[in-house]
């Protein structure tokens, strides 16, 4: 069974506009990390935002949240007022206790002007 | 810029050969991963290092090899190469063994011919 699971593989947003990615984990250990990571076209990967497990607020950083739904297992990334450079690949990432991180297919994110 | 450096950018190679990827982590970071990204595997887990001693293995090769020299730096050596060994690798480094924060490079695109 995958442990990670984005089920879009591509979406489009209008520039400006709110967009949410989604990402659903499964995970049995109580103790696990959850990872956002960017992809641009240039190829490296750009740490986007951590959440964890027993964090008890959603993790923000700038334009970037990260909706936690714990009991549903989910951890979609929001990007707010998106830009033309928000263009990009967007991986979901888990760790469970102190094991490496387990990646998703991804997303591919379109901004449009 | 992560702060972690990986050398060559690119790689262009035949079949039956052997390359050395380089990798530089962040100052003050001691875990050192590396990943393979393909386009029908997606991104895989290879190999940790932390302060020089093997940490945990995952999808890695027999015909891959790495390690970790005492200044921290890492190499991933691959030899007997194969066409299906073209992928993007990277080269992520945190502080901690345990990563709560992953900090890749720009990855270094092999191309076997």
């Known amino acids: 069974a995958q442990k990670i699971t984005q089920t879009q593989p591509g979406m489009f947003v209008q520039e400006k506009e709110a967009v949410t990615l989604d990402c659903t984990y499964d995970?049995?250990?109580?103790?696990?990390?959850l990872f956002w990571y960017k992809q641009p076209s240039s190829g490296e990967m750009i740490f986007l935002i951590y959440?964890?497990?027993?964090?008890?607020q959603n993790a923000t950083e700038g334009r970037y949240s990260l909706n936690f739904q714990k009991a549903r297992k989910s951890a979609n990334l929001v990007i707010s007022a998106s830009q033309l450079g928000d263009s990009a690949m967007y991986f979901c990432a888990m760790r469970e206790g102190s094991y490496q991180l387990t990646f998703g297919k991804g997303t591919k994110l379109s901004v449009i002007p | 810029d992560s702060g972690v450096t990986q050398t060559p950018k690119h790689l262009i190679t035949a079949t039956g050969q052997r390359v050395t990827l380089r990798c530089s982590p962040r100052?003050?970071?001691?875990?050192v991963y590396w990943y393979q990204q393909s386009l029908d595997q997606g991104l895989q887990f290879l190999i940790q290092?932390?302060?020089?001693?093997?940490?945990a293995k995952g999808n890695i090769l027999e015909r891959f090899s790495a390690q970790q020299f005492p200044d921290l730096h890492s190499e991933l050596n691959l030899s007997s190469l194969e066409l299906g060994d073209s992928a993007l690798y990277f080269c992520?480094?945190?502080?901690?063994?345990?990563?709560?924060?992953?900090?890749f490079g720009s990855g270094t695109q092999l191309s076997v011919l």
């Open positions: 959440q964890g497990s027993y964090d008890q």
């Open positions: 290092y932390y302060n020089g001693e093997e940490r």
């Open positions: 100052s003050g970071d001691l875990s």
């Open positions: 995970t049995s250990d109580p103790s696990y990390g």
């Open positions: 992520a480094s945190s502080v901690a063994a345990t990563n709560e924060k992953l900090f």
